[in-house]
């Protein structure tokens, strides 16, 4: 039981170019999240997904797209990087289940560069 | 909306000495609150959380956090401290919006164990 993995772990891209990151979990769980963490801000939610084929915005959604078409992962993509967009990306999930709805599994996060 | 304060950027503490870790929210609605820890490079690890019940919660690594509704406040507390505890420290809220709940986080609080 792997939980919430991320891939890469790290990255550099240069202004213009264009990468999707992958989060992948085991758990079952129906929700799944992709956010950025700052220094000073938290983490600010960029998108999320309810689940299998569904996704939506979240606090920050510009500049990223995402797309869960399957239950497993949720892919998100910069189509164009800025050097904004320079972060730490966290993925999470949690499950739909009354025991369980408030509580989120973190990956371990993919550090991206924007030059 | 809600939104969490975490009245503190970084806390400095000597080892074994007792650290309080404060967090203030804002809702007009029932709240979830939680605390997670961020390991240098690391992904979020939930440490505990307050749903109902008990206003005193105790999570892992000895931290207990009290629910404190006339203040809204969810303080993190640890009596002794190691050094192992240096981490980030996110308090988070439980929002409800768009027909989905999220969590929102505070900026993070960074405690620093000092030999």
């Known amino acids: 039981n792997a939980g919430v993995t991320q891939t890469p772990k790290f990255r550099v891209l240069k202004t213009g170019q264009s990468m999707t990151l992958l989060c992948a979990q085991d758990?079952?769980?129906?929700?799944m999240y992709w956010y950025r963490q700052d220094p000073g801000m938290g983490l600010r939610l960029i998108h999320y997904?309810?689940?299998?084929?569904?996704?939506a915005k979240g606090e920050v959604p510009d500049g990223y797209n995402v797309s869960r078409l399957k239950k497993q992962n949720f892919l998100l993509g910069l189509e164009s990087a800025a050097p904004s967009q320079t972060s730490v990306y966290f993925c999470?999930?949690?499950?739909?289940?009354?025991?369980?709805?408030?509580?989120?599994?973190f990956g371990p996060g993919t550090r991206l560069t924007v030059t | 909306a809600q939104s969490v304060t975490q009245l503190d950027s970084q806390v400095p503490v000597f080892e074994e000495a007792p650290v309080e870790l404060r967090c203030n929210y804002s809702?007009?609605?029932?709240?979830?609150l939680f605390w997670y820890v961020q390991y240098p490079n690391q992904g979020l690890q939930l440490l505990l959380k307050?749903?109902?019940?008990?206003?005193l919660v105790k999570g892992i690594n000895g931290f207990e956090a009290e629910f404190n509704k006339s203040q809204t406040s969810f303080h993190l507390r640890k009596p002794s401290v190691h050094i192992s505890d240096t981490a980030e420290y996110f308090c988070?809220?439980?929002?409800?919006?768009?027909?989905?709940?999220?969590?929102?986080f505070g900026a993070g609080t960074r405690l620093a164990v000092h030999p």
């Open positions: 999470a999930s949690r499950s739909d289940r009354t025991g369980g709805i408030y509580e989120q599994y």
């Open positions: 758990m079952n769980h129906e929700y």
């Open positions: 997904s309810v689940g299998e084929g569904t996704t």
């Open positions: 809702s007009s609605v029932s709240v979830y």
């Open positions: 307050y749903l109902s019940g008990s206003t």
């Open positions: 988070a809220v439980n929002a409800f919006s768009g027909g989905y709940n999220k969590l929102i």
